[in-house]
C-alpha cells in the first residue's frame, strides 16, 4: 500500500447502519486505487460498504469533491448515508471542520453537486438533485415500454414488474407484497449482474406499509446486503410516487432505521437522516492489519 495515505485523516462512521469510511485527502495529490480500497474494505477494523475520498474542490464554491468506493473497489456515482457523513466530518469533526461555521455545505461528486444542511448534531438533509426515468438513463441495455414496469426474471418467485430509476446510479425497484418472504442474498447477485443492466444495478424489495411508508431491503451493486441505502431510498419514493402508490414525503424504513424523503415540487429529492461516529484516527499502516 502506498505510503501517501499515512496521516491522512480517517473516520469509521456509519448511516444507519450502512458502513462508511471517510478517509481525507484534500491538499493530496494521489487517487486511491481499486486495490488499495479493497484493501482497506478487507480489514475488519475498517471493513465499509462504501468509502467517501475527500479531495480538494473542482468547481468554484464548493467544499470538497468526493470519489465513493464500493466493497469491491469500484466507483458510485451517489450514496445517500456516506454524503452525511462526509457533511458531519467537514462540519463537526473536531479536527477536519477546522471550525467550519454555518450549516449548509456544497459538496461534489463526479454525478454533479449536493448540497448538505445540518437539521440537528447528528441529523443532516441532502438534496440528492433529480431523478432520471429514461431506459437510457437507468441504464438499461435495450428499450421497454414502462421503466416503471417491465420484466425481469426472478428465479424462483412468483413475477413482479421491475421498476427503475437513475438517481446517480441505477436502481431497480420491486414493489412487493412483504419483506419478509424476499431473500436479497438469493436473489441479489444474479439480478445486480442481470444482463439487462449494463453498468449493473441496486436491488431493492420495497413493501408499502402506508401511502407514507415503505419498508425497504436492498442489494446494493459493489457492496452487497446493507443495512442501509439512501440513494435507494429516494428511488423507491420517486417509483413510489410515480406509480400513484405514495405521496411525495414517505419514511423508509430499512434494517438500520429510519430515512425520510420528499420530492419536492421543483423535481429535486431529499433525503434526511442520522449519521454516527464509530471510530477515528490518522491513517497508519500498522493501523490495518490486512492493509500493506
Ligand atoms: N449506500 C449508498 C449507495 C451506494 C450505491 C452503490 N452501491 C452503487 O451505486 O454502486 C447510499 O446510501 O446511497
Redesign the pocket.
Known sequence: MSNYLTNHRFLKMN?LG?EIVVLDLRGEKHIVTSDEAIAIANDPRSRF??MMVLHDPVTPGTDAFIR?Y?TDG?I???????TRCVAWALMADAEISAGFQGTKLHLETKMGPLVCERRGDVEFTVDMGVPLFGWQDIPLAHEVTDTLAFEVPLEGYKFVPAAGVSVG??HIIFFIDNVADWDVHKVGPSLEHHPLFPERA?ISFAQLVAPDHFKVVVW????GA?R?????SCAVAVCAYRKGLAGRDVTVSLPGGDLQIEWRDNGHMFMTGPVELEWEDHFRPELFAGVR
Open positions: 448511516g450502512n460498504d462504501q465513493i464500493n469500484t458510485a456515482g451517489g450514496c445517500g448515508n456516506g446510479n441505477p441496486n446494493e451493486r459493489g457492496a446493507t442501509a441505502c439512501g440513494t435507494a
